[in-house]
């Protein structure tokens, strides 16, 4: 299973971006799908993730502002940010958790990182 991301980039303060990432592979099914944000020097914090049956989860610090979308039939996920603040600037990386068909072991695997920098 590998992930492609897509998104990202250099946004003022207020602004918008959103992201978005599908999974490739075959002969598996996806479990959640999500993202990831970290800084050099800091641990991998989660931003947002959705399961299959769309139960969606976000970090305190993004709930209400940054929107996850799963549309699993295309295996993606997108993440919607709206009201950036600087303090989101950070390399964001997807991930999914799947499971080969017929089998109960959950995987877990992460794409490249995007950048998003968000300047005051």
């Known amino acids: 299973v590998q992930l492609q991301a897509f998104g990202g980039g250099l946004v003022q303060a207020g602004g918008f971006l959103s992201l978005s990432c599908t999974a490739s592979?075959?002969?598996?099914?996806?479990?959640?799908m999500g993202w990831y944000r970290q800084n050099p020097g800091n641990q991998r914090d989660l931003v947002a993730s959705?399961?299959?049956?769309?139960?969606?989860d976000y970090a305190d610090a993004v709930a209400g502002r940054f929107y996850i979308s799963g549309d699993f039939t295309r295996k993606s996920v997108y993440l919607q940010m709206n009201t950036l603040k600087p303090e989101d600037t950070a390399a964001y990386y997807c991930?999914?958790?799947?499971?080969?068909?017929?089998?109960?072991?959950?995987?877990?695997?992460w794409g490249q990182g995007t950048l998003v920098t968000v300047s005051s």
């Open positions: 991930y999914v958790a799947w499971r080969y068909y017929g089998r109960t072991k959950i995987r877990q695997n």
């Open positions: 592979g075959s002969g598996f099914s996806i479990e959640t």
């Open positions: 959705i399961t299959t049956s769309g139960v969606a």
